[in-house]
């Protein structure tokens, strides 16, 4: 703090501290979004009564606050909170980690693992192999589902690729194939493609409900945080 | 399926390159906010103070909330606004009976574990192990 901030009236000063807290909770409600409303007022107002009381001057745990906010103590608490959507950002996903390994819903994991991959690159693997499975999954069954649909289009195929090169190929029947397609399983694409798919689903859902788990247990209250947090944690 | 699982190995494995002491300040913390809770009663900021005074605990103030949070999800702690005299209320935080049971499973595997591991460690310490003992109780007397 300058001189000449020193020297402005004490109430001036107070109300600055107000608006800098008011500024910094708003944010964090605004992140605190995607939870419930009652939740996010909750989160809300313990920290506006965490920042209150530790940024009055003098403060001392076993007195009632004795001191004054400053500009310059609410910024300090501030900092020490980190930046309020960092802050958001680790109740929401706290938030829906619990929710999707209690509904076991794979929109939920989904969801789940989108804020992971923003949080760390483990996140991120298990948010794309998720992917991959569910989609992978669903294809196998719509496929088998669809064979009776599109019986000469809907099916594992291998397919020429090139002179002398071979793909194989999972088709749903809405487009034509090239010439020399080969059906690999016939009409056993129909129990098949159902079968599989529903166990790579569950597969998925089991892979992904442990991702959720080993991510929680690596990293308590999802504490990965900018450098400049980890500094303080030093 | 082949391909999930190498993924999701590879993703695991790339959080052991995190700084070992971060992680294992965060893998104590929760059983440490528990420890703290053991007594009674008591808010966020007086929790914080707690583990500042009473541990190397020095964690982030933005990591603790949220995890205060989701042990209440879990149903380890319950919470209560409480009005205060300062003006404006508190949020106290208590152990729930799981949250009791869990925390005596957690000391008790710790306390196992670190017994364990410092036979392990005991060649790779300078001090000879009566200093090492008498540290460790000046240390407590400090804490009191």
């Given at each position: ?14 109300d600055l501290a107000r608006a800098k807290i008011k500024k910094y909770l ?209 | ?133 008498a540290r460790t109780a000046g240390r407590r007397n400090a804490d009191d």
């Amino acid at each position: 703090m300058t001189e000449t901030q020193r020297t402005e009236t004490r109430g001036t000063d107070v109300d600055l501290a107000r608006a800098k807290i008011k500024k910094y909770l708003q944010d964090l409600a605004a992140a605190l979004g995607s939870l419930p409303k009652e939740q996010s007022n909750d989160i809300v107002e313990e920290l506006r009564s965490h920042i209150v009381e530790k940024s009055a001057a003098n403060f001392n745990v076993n007195d009632d606050m004795n001191g004054t906010m400053t500009p310059a103590s609410v910024d300090a608490v501030l900092a020490g909170l980190g930046a309020p959507e960092s802050l958001a950002r680790l109740y929401v996903a706290d938030d829906l980690q619990i929710r999707a390994l209690k509904s076991r819903s794979p929109v939920l994991i989904i969801r789940t693992l989108f804020r992971w991959a923003s949080l760390s690159f483990a996140g991120f693997s298990a948010l794309v192999a998720s992917i991959i499975g569910y989609s992978l999954s669903l294809s196998l069954i719509i496929c088998g589902l669809l064979r009776p649909i599109h019986p000469r289009t809907a099916g594992l195929f291998r397919i020429p690729d090139g002179a002398n090169d071979y793909s194989v190929s999972l088709r749903l029947g809405f487009t034509g194939l090239p010439p020399g397609s080969h059906d690999l399983l016939g009409l056993w694409i129909i129990p098949i493609g159902v079968m599989a798919g529903l166990g790579l689903f569950l597969l998925t859902s089991l892979f992904a409900l442990w991702s959720i788990r080993r991510l929680r247990r690596a990293t308590p209250a999802l504490s990965r945080r900018d450098e400049g947090d980890a500094e303080v944690s030093r | 399926m082949a391909m999930a699982q190498t993924l999701g190995q590879a993703g695991v494995g790339s959080d052991s390159g995190d700084k070992w002491e971060v992680q294992v300040r965060k893998g104590s913390l929760e059983l440490a906010i528990l420890a703290v809770l053991w007594p009674g009663r008591l808010y966020g900021l007086e929790i914080l103070r707690r583990l500042a005074d009473s541990s190397a605990l020095i964690v982030p103030e933005g990591t603790v909330y949220p995890l205060l949070n989701r042990l209440k999800t879990e149903g380890l702690l319950t919470s209560e606004w409480v009005e205060a005299d300062a003006g404006h209320p508190r949020k106290y935080y208590k152990l729930t009976s799981s949250g009791r049971r869990r925390a005596m499973q957690m000391a008790a595997f710790w306390s196992a574990f670190s017994a364990n591991l410092e036979g392990l460690l005991a060649p790779l310490m300078p001090e000879t192990k009566p200093n090492a003992a008498a540290r460790t109780a000046g240390r407590r007397n400090a804490d009191d």
